[in-house]
């Protein structure tokens, strides 16, 4: 770092870094980044790692800004690949950068906090999410992006609707972006800004615990690791909106496309008869959720995110799904390619 109260402002990044990644309805798995501007170095969280272990573990990677931001503002797909920007002797265990670092670049503010809010995402994704976080957010500097893939276009996007003044960015379909020039600041105003955007969560029923147990006997299925998550396939209308298709990056890279409800009747073993595959999570109508035994950590999380973003969302809003086109472009990309090998290793 280049000064003492650089240093100093890492640290503070650190724990803060750590209280975002403990809260699932503020970030979940290894989604979510942080940055900190030292210099011509911008310090920002390693792609695949969890920011709830950012106390713990080293999870921050160094990366050369001024290069980067001259390949954004080129078009240089090399900007598409952070890596190649990492400073080699600050970056020991050879990390890879988060794949949003363009996003961090391009925000002029020091400190740039990126979380998968559940309140955001349930906004970003209703067709009327301009005109609702206008309403919520008048007298706060906020632009909204629509939706564009992870990495340089959505920086792209970003650099589009930027302007001066600005400090808090809605991304559609995909969550909220808070900047400041210290940390104690973007703290703030993450907060701030995510209690003006809160919103009340439809009440699901509980989980039929002992129907789901006799369900994944023997089928390779479990229960999840979150009771909440079982609330996406208890509510009608929670399962209706995750039926119909993918509604955001990270549901895509650790569950799969869309969502796969069991029809009435149904057991495990024909459902996979049905589609042919084994699908990450099943939901069954009424009485909760089975994921796959060799389902990750992350996709756990994810699965509990589905729930909480769903039950957020206005069950009279027309909702934004992401295309095929759109899907494809996430599971074939190998910089998500390459985040999964990491959550999958644990």
């Not at 800004?65 to 240089?76: G, H, K, S, T, W």
């Not at 309140?119 to 706060?140: F, K, N």
């Not at 789901?212 to 396939?233: C, F, Q």
């Not at 494809?328 to 390619?337: F, H, Y």
Request: charged content about 20%.
């Amino acid at each position: 770092m280049a000064t003492q109260a650089d240093a100093q402002e890492l640290a503070d990044l650190r724990a803060l870094s750590a209280r975002i990644g403990s809260n699932p309805h503020l970030t979940q798995a290894a989604g979510g980044n942080t940055s900190l501007k030292a210099g011509h170095t911008l310090w920002i969280k390693a792609s695949g790692t969890w920011l709830k272990d950012a106390l713990s573990e080293d999870i921050m990677v160094p990366v050369a800004m001024v290069p980067l931001i001259e390949a954004v503002e080129r078009r240089d797909p090399a900007a598409d690949k952070p890596q190649a920007f990492a400073i080699d002797a600050l970056n020991p265990r050879g990390l890879r950068p988060s794949i949003e670092t363009t996003v961090h670049a391009l925000m002029p503010q020091r400190v740039v906090l990126h979380v998968h809010c559940v309140d955001t995402i349930s906004l970003a994704v209703q067709a009327d999410c301009e005109i609702e976080v206008a309403r919520r957010l008048e007298g706060i500097g906020w632009a909204y992006v629509p939706y564009r893939r992870p990495g340089l276009p959505l920086a792209q996007g970003i650099a589009e609707r930027l302007r001066p003044g600005v400090d808090v960015l809605i991304l559609g379909n995909h969550g909220l972006v808070v900047a400041a020039e210290t940390v104690a600041d973007a703290e703030r105003l993450l907060h701030r800004v995510r209690s003006l955007l809160a919103r009340t969560a439809r009440t699901a029923a509980e989980p039929d615990a002992a129907a789901l147990t006799a369900l994944a006997d023997d089928s390779g299925y479990r229960l999840p690791t979150d009771i909440e998550a079982h609330a996406v396939a208890l509510d009608a209308d929670s399962r209706r909106m995750a039926e119909a298709g993918s509604l955001y990056p990270d549901h895509v890279i650790f569950l799969g496309q869309g969502s796969v409800v069991a029809r009435p009747g149904e057991h495990v073993a024909d459902v996979i008869a049905r589609l042919g595959v084994k699908p990450v999570a099943i939901l069954f109508p009424g009485s909760g959720v089975l994921m796959r035994g060799d389902a990750s950590t992350g996709a756990a999380a994810m699965q509990r995110c589905l729930a909480d973003v769903t039950a957020r969302i206005d069950i009279t809003a027309r909702l934004n799904y992401l295309t095929a086109a759109e899907n494809d472009e996430l599971i074939n990309w190998d910089a998500e390619q390459y985040r999964q090998k990491l959550n999958a290793a644990g």
